[in-house]
T-cell receptor, first 111, second 119 residues
Framework: ELKVEQNPLFLSMQEGKNYTIYCNYSTTSDRLYWYRQDPGKSLESLFVLLSNGAVKQEGRLMASLDTKARLSTLHITAAVHDLSATYFCAVDGSATNKLIFGTGTLLAVQP | KAGVTQTPRYLIKTRGQQVTLSCSPISGHRSVSWYQQTPGQGLQFLFEYFSETQRNKGNFPGRFSGRQFSNSRSEMNVSTLELGDSALYLC??????????????????FGPGTRLTVT
């Protein structure tokens, strides 16, 4: 059974600091997705990583994928308050269009 | 292009009742997936419909069912509601996109969700 683990579950950080969220998954997959969810809202797609070594950046967020280690990272650079949200990674097992989500990381950026 | 729409947005039901939720996908998207989000279990896949056929199914009891119409709109039904069915139900529509090698991937676009409360 495909499992996806994220850590940390909760991250409180100061504005201007850098940090990384980790996403480990238990079986072979070349497709890794990152989503953002604001309180009471739906999921917003951030990145789709399709192959080993893929790196994507948007603003202060950068995501990477290492399929051999079954690990993806979401790096936050110089955090700002607007980045406060819950971040989820997800994997689709064998391209089935069935996403298995991680537990989520609640990010709180303090001024 | 209009996004994914879900109706109703909020719903309060009593244990034992049944409920039907509706999802209209993005125009041109033929796949619709449903997810349940709860504080305890997180985001869990319910099922996926493609061209009116259930293509994938998660580990939920038979009380949870769905269907898709010829216009790709989808409904999910929960019968004999239990307190534990209180959740945010998210619908996602997707389109197969070539991944640059020989495969495809599906980028899912989520609707605003239906917040179901069972009392």
């Amino acid at each position: 059974e495909l499992k996806v683990e994220q850590n940390p579950l909760f991250l409180s950080m100061q504005e201007g600091k850098n940090y990384t969220i980790y996403c480990n998954y238990s079986t072979t997959s070349d497709r890794l997705y990152w989503y953002r969810q604001d309180p009471g809202k739906s999921l917003e797609s951030l990145f789709v990583l399709l192959s080993n070594g893929a790196v994507k950046q948007e603003g202060r967020l950068m995501a990477s994928l290492d399929t051999k280690a079954r690990l993806s990272t979401l790096h936050i650079t110089a955090a700002v308050h607007d980045l406060s949200a819950t971040y989820f990674c997800a994997v689709d097992g064998s391209a089935t269009n069935k996403l298995i989500f991680g537990t989520g990381t609640l990010l709180a950026v303090q001024p | 292009k209009a996004g994914v729409t879900q109706t109703p947005r909020y719903l309060i039901k009593t244990r034992g009742q049944q409920v039907t939720l509706s999802c209209s996908p993005i125009s041109g998207h033929r796949s619709v997936s449903w997810y349940q989000q709860t504080p305890g279990q997180g985001l869990q896949f319910l099922f996926e419909y493609f061209s009116e056929t259930q293509r994938n199914k998660g580990n939920f009891p038979g009380r949870f069912s769905g269907r898709q119409f010829s216009n790709s709109r989808s409904e999910m039904n929960v019968s004999t509601l239990e307190l534990g069915d209180s959740a945010l139900y998210l619908c996602a529509s997707s389109l197969a996109v070539a991944d640059g090698t020989s495969g495809v991937f599906y980028e899912q676009y989520f609707g605003p969700g239906t917040r179901l409360t069972v009392t």
